[in-house]
């Protein structure tokens, strides 16, 4: 990552550290995408048109801050997956998709849903299950298209995966 | 802001297209100081640590995305207020901080606590008043520090100002 000025360093408020480790854009979205159930390199290259280059720098950082652990899938090969404290970042990541949707908002309405595995029930824009009351942990969370129409649709096999209902935290198949 | 190569345009999750307004570290951080009252360029520069040319740059790209406003309190200077779509930003900022107190623990404890206004409750993790079941907004919300030690603890007239408890989105009488 690239650090701030050091300057920075002098906010010491739970804000500025949490920015310290995942305030960039990139690592954003590489962490919304190993909720979506994307784990492999190449899988995350293909999803994001991330250069290889910065793809290995940000999760080399996650791993290093302990928000992601390496599993190995096959000899030589790892497979990258949120550990505790990288789940615990959903309702931030919740969060921002729901202000997003909001705020930039696509034509037809929201471009992705969330629901509460258990009963098939939308969450709220907090995260909370209207049906049984609780806000589920990422683990009980799945997601579908939403009814907006997406301008800049992509094509690429994870995109495509992702058009059919999936259970966060899964494996996608791709 | 730094705008991202433009692979990331083609990223339009709401998540990318939030990121794109809000996935800045400075970015956020002025938001934060939006939320506690600080609203003069000058203390925002004293509290922040940021260079002028950085925060003017980064205040003129909340206002021209829409989350904040200018507000002139005497002849040709403005102060700087969250319009209505800044303040939704509140669950996600409430989120990175918790987070962060979190998972950067500070020696005994939290170093920043949320209380509902109107009953003086301190707030749950997820922004919700236990006393009273509703998650109030940002303008419903009280700060104060928590009993957590500061290792950076600052000393300029915000800093000290926040030491007494104070009602977001009020201006701070600095």
Redesign the interface.
Known sequence: MVP??S????????????????????T??IV?DLFFGVHRFGELVAH????RAVLADRLASLVER?LVERRPYRSGRDEFHLTA?GR??W???L??????????AAPGG???IFLHAACGSELTS?GECPACGV?PVAADVATRPGPGR?????DDPVSRALRRPHRLLTPLTV
Do not use: F, K
């Open positions: 701030l000025p300057d920075y360093a002098t906010q010491s408020c739970p804000l500025a550290r949490s920015l310290e480790i995942v305030g960039e854009r990139w954003l979205l919304r994001l048109d991330i250069p302990g404290s615990d970042l309702p931030v990541l969060g921002l998709m729901e202000w997003g949707d909001r705020h930039c929201r471009r992705r907090a806000t997406d301008p800049a649709r992509r």
